[in-house]
């Protein structure tokens, strides 16, 4: 493990920084770790973890200072995300998506907007991003939820799907079209709806293959009627809005995705090497070494991609679609790669919820689906390359 610890020590974090990653391994080492098995049977909302990041103040991380956070470099948080992802990666998807949802507010809103809203989300609440719909996944333009202007309120008509944390959040980010402007494009817009609102409601819960205790469920918008005063920038602005959230959401996937794939070839590390067939360690044979020099070598050069694009965006640079784009791509196939090979090492052992690693391979599935399919992203790639 020397190469892949020497590139953790490699992070160059300031010292608050630093202690704080440190604290959240021991976190993720004493709590969140040893309660992953029983909350993926039960696909209960893991309460206990969700406090327990909370106490450290997690979600200040990426808050500004002026609405009660203490925000952190992205480095930091992507160091942070793949580490709880490490031990629980249902845990991981709640955290990550609360900064997923919350960049919008935090990038777009007005200062009111951000004084009334980000303080709660600051002190621990939880914020859903609702984009997807049963006919608009990789397609944002095709969605039908809409938002049709009254006075001084919108009233919103519509419902999603695949919304995460949307059981249990304090606050929607919410995108829809604008009843006045016709093409498809043009109309998107972006509303926040808050925890209570009269005509939201939860239609249904995903029974999941793998993170199954980070909550997936539809939600229905019955003439919701909220403030204009709660509009994200102006009608129309949606699409703006988006592409900026998922250029800092992706990279988060990557990283969510490395941390499922570190911990499998842990385990499958530490197994192979206590396993005897033939009267040797599984680890002395040429054909096992193999694998691992392919996985290490991948892990290593996909994390340091991933800290190279977290410095991009800590830098201030914004064109890092394609970037991003790649890491969320690589990681996320990685992640698939290592489970399903840790899970080989382990033999039939490794088919057997007695070890992790079947876990591991059942939680990185996902990763390849959400926030664009990879199919998706090699596109954006390939794209890229056309000469204008």
Known sequence: MKVLTRLDDSLDLPEEERLLLDAVRALCRDQIGPRAAAYDQSAEFPWDNINAINELGLNGM???????????????????????AKSCAATGLIWGTNFHAVKPVIDFATHEQKTRLLPGIANGGLVSLCITEPTA??????????????????????GKTFISTGDHADL??????????????????VVLVEKGAAGLSVTGKEDKMGQRAASTVSLSFDDVRIPRENLLCEPGDGLKILFSALNKSRPSIAAHALGIARAAFEDAVAYINQRKQSGRNIIEFQGIQFMLADMATDLALCESWLWQVGAMIDRGEEDVGIEASMVKMRASDLAMRITEEAVQLHGGYGYCKDYAVERYMRDAKIT?????????????IGRSFIER
């Open 368 to 380: 390849q689906i959400y926030e664009g399919t990879n199919q998706v992203h090699r596109q954006l």
């Open 62 to 84: 990426f808050i500004p200072e002026d609405y009660g956070g203490a925000k952190m470099s992205y480095v930091a948080y992507l160091a942070t995300i793949r580490e709880i």
């Open 172 to 189: 929607f980010v919410l995108f829809g079209k604008w009843s006045e402007i016709e093409n498809d494009k043009a109309a998107i817009s």
């Open 137 to 158: 996944g990789s397609d944002a333009t095709g969605m039908k939820t809409r938002f049709t202007p009254d006075g001084d309120d919108i009233v919103i008509n519509g």
